[in-house]
């Protein structure tokens, strides 16, 4: 067998509007008129000129070898599900190909197939069978899928009567036990309660640990492409935009998405109050060696940075306090970081200089967050200003288990633990 | 969908006889969308299968009444019931087919996107519940046949002929009307009433004789009026029909086929776009 897995060649794909196509499907019809494809070339620019169809996608082109496990990312519309479409085969590429060598399995979703009538038993055979596993290979495996289900007591009701955590739990298991050389995951597949979500994360990272099994994984959320996968491509129109060490393709994704974001110059803004002997000029952020940054993951050490300028003759010792509140997109307040809790108000002012606010961990869940800052001179406000900046946090992983709290807790994220323990009673 | 060596994804077309083959190693994927479909639809009735009887029993039972006892119909060679049931259970079986044709892809439009599969597995998994029905309902007419002591001549011998040839014709024409409808969704609308209509143009509820002569020759012009003659002549000895029309309705029944299966197959790969 060849070392590559997975070849991809100017594949292109056009789509038309509305699900309407002017002719038909290329059934007889275009067999009969004998269209060559120069002119199916002409009809489709026409269609594309006119408005009528659109390139999802337009030139891409890609190499994995065995073995390698890519992730793929890009904006709604990038056509990430395009190009899972068309190597799971579901529909035909326009133009260009794509060569797949050894057998290949797509799991794009938990539980096709599954029937509302039928027991989860025969449900199993049945979506097993849709995801090409053979009668043998089932029965090999069934008491494994339905272990890792824990749905055993259910087996034989009717899937109509199950919770939807159960359904879904049913349909994971029997798609993390197909075993491909090479296999195709959208992210829909970590699904579930928060226990079952890790289950299945840390069984995609088991399937994705196999030295021989190629893996291309489609993902939105950056947390988990950076865990599974070495190599990242992202997608942009339709093309590959970047390409390499997953690491760096998101960070230049967020550079790319945030740019504007990271440093905010504040000295034209007329929005602020406080008599003006400090004017703050601009903000940034740091990570503790100093680099600006454009963004900063939850959980992670940053500095918040605000320059200012004081004016002559009010620079030298004086009591200071400096303030940052963080609110949510929705207005809330969720907290501040004033200098006087940490009774650190001695301080000093120079004709030029920065406040730093440092943050051992930004305690914020992914998302962008409003930042308004006020500095006190010896009690009396210097410069206020509301809606100073927008910070942004991306994914990161402060507990080491690449989770976070869902969002719908709220939007901060502590540090915590648990322990289970008997009632003091009880152990005495 | 498993694939084993080297897959090349392009925009040509495998050749027909490779896709058959493809669907042929499919053939348990098959077997499990039929069974799911035949346990899914009588399973929650509270009278079950016996469903598949019933259904039609009630449709025969209209027709007697309507077409025996009010508008008085009358056969020479074999009693009304019987002579209505060996016409409509072959009509059923061509009707479910065509008429379930476009439904049948429409409802596997969301399995369609999510899996990859020989996608004539879809019609062949509908024109396999119709075929069910069919045997069962079929056996039954049999039994109809020794019960009314109808004489069972060597003609017997031809029925495997006529229900081939009516799976072939209601197949073919599944497949043209599902790519069809792909494209085009008044086909969907058309089909049930291009059905009704082919229905009174065959001698289903009424013998050939009551066609006048002047219209025979357009009568036998039609398949359906050929089969439905052929399968009532094997098992109870009514008049057989021509020769000619039997040659030109095989020639027409493989043409259809082909064309169905021609139609289909290159058409699969981009279906899921229209759905």
């Known amino acids: 067998?060849?070392?590559?897995?997975?070849?991809?060649?100017?594949?292109?794909?056009?789509?038309?509007?509305?699900?309407?196509?002017?002719?038909?499907?290329?059934?007889?019809s275009?067999?009969?008129?004998?269209?060559?494809?120069?002119?199916?070339?002409?009809?489709s620019s026409r269609a594309v000129d006119e408005g009528r169809a659109f390139w999802a996608l337009k030139d891409i082109n890609l190499v994995l070898k065995r073995g390698e496990v890519l992730g793929i990312i890009g904006r709604n519309g990038a056509g990430k599900s395009t190009l899972l479409k068309i190597l799971s085969r579901i529909t035909a590429p326009t133009k260009g190909r794509a060569v797949i060598r050894g057998s290949m399995v797509s799991l794009l979703e938990v539980g096709t197939g599954f029937h509302d009538e039928l027991t989860g038993r025969e449900n199993i055979y049945l979506n097993a069978t849709m995801l090409g596993m053979r009668r043998s290979e089932i029965e090999r495996k069934f008491d494994e899928i339905v272990s890792f289900s824990g749905v055993e007591r259910f087996l034989d009701t009717p899937v109509k009567h199950y919770s939807s955590g159960m359904r879904v739990r049913l349909g994971f298991s029997v798609a993390a036990h197909v075993e491909p050389d090479i296999l195709i995951i959208d992210e829909v597949l970590?699904?579930?309660?928060l226990a079952f979500q890790e289950k299945c994360l840390s069984k995609v990272d088991s399937l994705t640990q196999d030295q021989a099994r190629t893996v291309v994984f489609v993902s939105h959320s950056m947390a988990s492409v950076a865990s599974l996968c070495p190599r990242t491509v992202r997608l942009e129109g339709g093309v590959v935009v970047d390409d390499g060490p997953s690491g760096d393709v998101i960070n230049r994704y967020y550079g790319q998405e945030h740019q504007a974001k990271g440093i905010a110059s504040l000295a034209d803004r007329r929005d602020r109050i406080g008599s003006g002997v400090v004017r703050f000029t601009s903000y940034h952020l740091e990570d503790l060696s100093g680099q600006v940054l454009n963004y900063v993951r939850s959980g992670e050490p940053a500095s918040?940075?605000?320059?200012?300028?004081?004016?002559?003759?009010?620079?030298?010792?004086?009591?200071?306090?400096?303030?940052?509140?963080?609110?949510?997109?929705?207005?809330?307040?969720?907290?501040?970081?004033?200098?006087?809790?940490?009774?650190q108000t001695k301080g000093r002012l120079w004709p030029k200089g920065r406040l730093v606010c440092r943050l051992p961990e930004v305690p914020l869940l992914p998302g962008n967050y409003e930042l308004d800052i006020a500095c006190l001179r010896d009690r009396e406000l210097a410069d206020k200003i509301m809606g100073a900046a927008?910070?942004?946090?991306i994914e990161g992983d402060p507990f080491g288990t690449g989770a976070l709290p869902h969002p719908h807790f709220g939007d901060v994220v502590i540090r915590y633990g648990w322990d289970y323990e008997p009632s003091s009673e009880a152990a005495g | 969908m498993l694939s084993r060596h080297v897959t090349v994804i392009d925009s040509t077309e495998a050749s027909l006889l490779s896709k058959l083959g493809l669907a042929w190693q499919s053939r348990e994927l098959l077997t499990h969308m039929v069974k799911r479909d035949l346990n899914g639809r009588y399973r929650p009735a509270s009278l079950g299968r016996a469903w598949i009887f019933l259904r039609p029993a009630l449709?025969?039972?209209?027709?007697?009444?309507?077409f025996g006892f009010i508008l008085g119909v009358r056969t020479t060679e074999m009693p009304y019931a019987l002579f209505l049931c060996s016409g409509l259970v072959p009509w059923l079986f061509i009707n479910q087919t065509i008429g379930g044709a476009a439904d049948s892809l429409a409802s596997a439009r969301h399995v369609m996107s999510k899996v990859s599969f020989p996608r004539l597995i879809v019609p062949l998994s509908n024109l396999s519940l119709a075929l069910i029905d069919f045997l069962v309902l079929f056996a039954i007419v049999l039994v109809l046949v020794v019960a009314y002591q109808l004489s069972v001549g060597p003609a017997i011998l031809a029925l495997p002929f006529f229900i081939i040839m009516m799976v072939a014709l209601a197949f073919g024409m599944s497949l043209l009307i599902a790519t069809w409808s792909v494209s085009h969704p008044d086909v969907t609308i058309g089909v049930p009433v291009a059905l009704r209509v082919m229905m009174y143009l065959s001698p289903i509820v009424y013998p050939p004789s009551f066609v006048p002569t002047a219209f025979r020759p357009f009568f036998d012009l039609n398949p359906v009026a050929v089969i439905v003659s052929g399968i009532r002549w094997s098992i109870g000895g009514t008049a057989a029909p021509s020769a000619m029309s039997i040659v030109f309705a095989a020639v027409f029944v493989t043409v259809v086929l082909i064309a169905g299966l021609v139609a289909f197959v290159r058409a699969e790969r981009r279906m899921i776009d229209f759905l």
Do not use: H
């Open chain 1, 390 to 393: 927008t910070l942004t946090v």
């Open chain 1, 1 to 28: 067998m060849s070392e590559i897995a997975i070849e991809v060649e100017g594949l292109q794909k056009l789509y038309y509007l509305g699900g309407r196509r002017p002719a038909s499907l290329g059934g007889v």
């Open chain 2, 59 to 66: 449709e025969i039972l209209t027709y007697v009444v309507v």
């Open chain 1, 190 to 193: 970590a699904v579930g309660d």
């Open chain 1, 30 to 43: 275009t067999w009969l008129s004998g269209k060559t494809q120069a002119a199916r070339d002409d009809e």
């Open chain 1, 304 to 343: 918040i940075v605000l320059n200012y300028e004081c004016q002559p003759g009010f620079d030298g010792p004086a009591e200071l306090l400096a303030n940052i509140v963080f609110s949510n997109s929705k207005g809330v307040r969720l907290f501040g970081a004033p200098s006087d809790a940490t009774r």
